[in-house]
């Protein structure tokens, strides 16, 4: 059996959408806690606890089914993936625990490749892999159970943004169009070693240099693509304006934008429809806004007078790294595209 064509969908693409998951989640019992300072109330990258005046828990949960045919490098990217909802909170991990879901007929030293690569990638990031818990399933699955810890008073909301920010995306996008195609052998090796490349790489080094600047909000953008991310980082009281030629685009991406669609694109389609207008932005470049990004980069807003030098500061780890819009007073709809 092979590792990658047992699957039918995988990386966050496989993200229940975005509208569907906020009907399920409205209708939930809660308890009201004022320790909780970060809930599923909002749709911020993970929950915060209060332990103290100086500390917070912050802690968040991340698996899916894999994207490449490599099992170690499956389970570096799901890692990285998962580390990322702490540094988005602007947060600094502390420990993880494993989740897997495993066939019965498959290899075992491919879950034993799928863990060490999960290894590696939490040992990059200074985090130690406590335990864990395992199940058998159908279709190969790993995530991790993250949590990190911050001082309270310096939590990085989704969507707390102010006008006149400029807006930072920290990788480039495409990643989900690339990894469609390359199920299809559709993209050449380059271009598929650029996608995994920055799929593995950690947000961490752009979250430490951040953090350095006075940052009004960040989210890392996934399964939702960047323009869903992007009208919940605009909340409602304002609008975030992107510059669409600025956006770094991985190589290959819009090429297979022209050939393949997504299921995970098609929902976050949906979703926006009637949140934005996308007439006179190119066919292939709308698909890759809403491209389900798996380990996507980080979505930055912070003060102008500061923009530049962080962006600078950002490339030296994530070279991609790029200015893309700012942010303005609510207009119309959460998101606009130049």
Known sequence: ????????????????????????????????????????????????YKLNEHTALVSTVDFFSPMVENPRLFGKIASANALSDIYAMGAKPIFALNLVCFPHKMDTGILGEILAG??????????????????????????????????????????????????ILTKALGVGLIMCAGREGAVSPEIMKNATDSMERLNRY???????????????????GLLVHASEMAGEDHTLVIESSALPVLDGAEQCAAAYTTSGGARNRAFMDGKIDLNGIQANL?????????????????????????????????????????????????????
């Open 1 to 48: 059996m092979s590792f990658l064509s047992s699957c039918t969908s995988g990386g966050c693409g496989a993200k229940i959408g975005a509208g569907e998951l906020a009907a399920m989640l409205s209708k939930l019992p809660v308890k009201q806690d004022p320790a909780l300072l970060v809930g599923f109330g909002g749709r911020d990258d993970a929950a915060v």
């Open 118 to 167: 999960g290894a590696e990638k939490a040992l990059e990031a200074d985090t130690v892999i406590a335990g864990g818990h395992s199940i058998y399933d159908h279709e190969p699955k790993y995530g991790l159970a993250v949590n990190g810890i911050l001082d309270p008073q310096k939590i990085l909301r989704n969507d707390s943004c102010k006008e006149g920010d400029i807006l």
């Open 206 to 224: 752009a979250a430490e240099k951040a953090a350095h600047y006075p940052v009004s909000a960040c989210t890392d953008v996934t399964g939702f």
């Open 286 to 338: 709308q698909e890759v806004m809403l491209d389900p990004q798996t380990s996507g980069g980080l979505l930055i807003a912070v003060p102008e007078q500061y923009a530049e030098a962080l962006c600078r500061e950002i490339q030296e780890s994530d070279p991609a790294a790029a200015i893309i819009g700012l942010v303005r007073s609510r207009q119309k709809d959460p998101v606009i595209l130049l």
